[in-house]
């Protein structure tokens, strides 16, 4: 059963248009590329093994594009004159995250197509966390590290002319503003996980590029009946962030069944061993939905979908939910255009390396 709550008044008020072709859908819609490698993580000592991992992005790189060769496959979304932003994510650190090595694969192979180090920089909304991570230590010289945020609350590095306005609650701020430095970058790629949400139902590609972009943004989820099912969308849907975020890596090495999206309980962490590549952040998340539903059942757990879970503040009893989840929201995205939520529209290639 799906939400059949009323949409709330958005008003979207941004000078930046939208690109002939916007990077979401990009110019695959409805095309994933899925490559799994049981070689990729040792899960007792909980390491990736680089080479493994480098090889999965050559594979998939290659097969979403077409390409004969990685260069090419990189030269179809990126030019040494771009500036690059890569939007990580680092909330269920220090493990489920947007890993290091895959990180420090993509800013090779952008400086292999030629981009300055200078001109890459890995962001996110809350410095801590980044700094936490340690990105730098695996990043050439040069490459920046952007936090919008350094004291949780601080607008000083958003952009106050772009912003989504919307009352959910009778909130006193009402406005969510773009993260500054977006407005510098010509091109982003987004790195989400394959993680469970307690209030969006999972969080993907549509919810890393959405959420980890605006601030203000958790006044949709205070409440148990919450806004993220349109909430998500409309944010990822402003320009210039539609447009310049031109590639999805789905980091699903390690992934999150339960109590995201942080993951501080190790039980709820699993390996889906598995990355997925595209320019569609829906469908990319509509395939990672089945990813978590699945191991939810596995685990003879409520699902995802489940609107009449009892209400509970336990987040270890994955049988009670703070929030009504709503994983529809990756549907609602498709509504604007964003990309394909249909399964029997989405064309999975499948890789085994």
Not at 39 to 47: A, L, M, R, S
Not at 87 to 92: E, P, Q
Not at 285 to 295: G, N, P, S
Not at 305 to 323: A, C, H, I, L
């Amino acid at each position: 059963m799906g939400n059949s709550s009323p949409e709330p008044a958005y008003r979207v008020v941004s000078a930046y248009k939208p690109s002939p072709q916007p990077g979401m859908p990009g110019p695959f819609p409805g095309q994933v590329v899925s490559v799994r490698s049981a070689k990729c993580i040792d899960e007792v000592k909980d390491e990736i093994n680089v080479a493994v991992v480098r090889e999965m992005m050559d594979r998939g790189m290659q097969q979403l594009t077409g390409e004969s060769s990685v260069l090419r496959a990189w030269r179809r979304f990126i030019s040494p004159t771009d500036s690059v932003g890569i939007k990580v994510n680092c909330v269920g650190r220090p493990r489920v995250v947007s890993s290091p090595e895959v990180v420090a694969e993509i800013v090779r192979n952008l400086t292999e197509v030629g981009v300055k180090s200078s001109q890459i920089c890995i962001y996110d909304r809350f410095a801590e966390r980044l700094y936490e991570m340690n990105y730098g230590a695996n990043l050439p010289k040069g490459v920046q590290i952007h936090g919008a945020e350094f004291t949780r609350g601080s607008i000083r590095n958003y952009d106050p002319a772009t912003y989504v306005e919307v009352d959910f609650f009778g909130e006193d701020d009402t406005r969510s503003e773009m993260i500054a430095m977006i407005s510098k970058f010509t091109k982003i790629i987004n790195i989400p996980n394959m993680k469970d949400h307690g209030a969006a139902g999972v969080t993907g590609c549509l919810k890393n590029i959405a959420y980890g972009s605006f601030s203000n943004m958790d006044r949709s989820h205070r409440f148990r009946q919450t806004h993220t099912y349109s909430f998500v969308g409309r944010l990822a849907a402003v320009e210039p962030v539609r447009s310049r975020t031109v590639l999805q890596i789905m980091d699903g090495l390690r992934g999150v069944w339960h109590g995201g999206p942080s993951a501080l309980n190790p039980r709820f962490v699993f390996y889906p061993k598995q990355m997925m590549f595209g320019t569609d952040p829906v469908a990319i998340d509509r395939l990672m939905l089945d990813v978590i539903e699945a191991k939810r059942k596995a685990e003879g757990v409520v699902s995802l979908w489940d609107r009449t879970v009892p209400e509970g503040k336990d987040r270890n009893d994955p049988n009670v939910s703070v929030y009504i989840r709503e994983p529809g929201h990756i549907d609602f995205a498709s509504t604007l255009g964003l990309g394909v939520s249909d399964l029997t529209k989405i064309k999975v290639k499948e890789i085994e390396v």
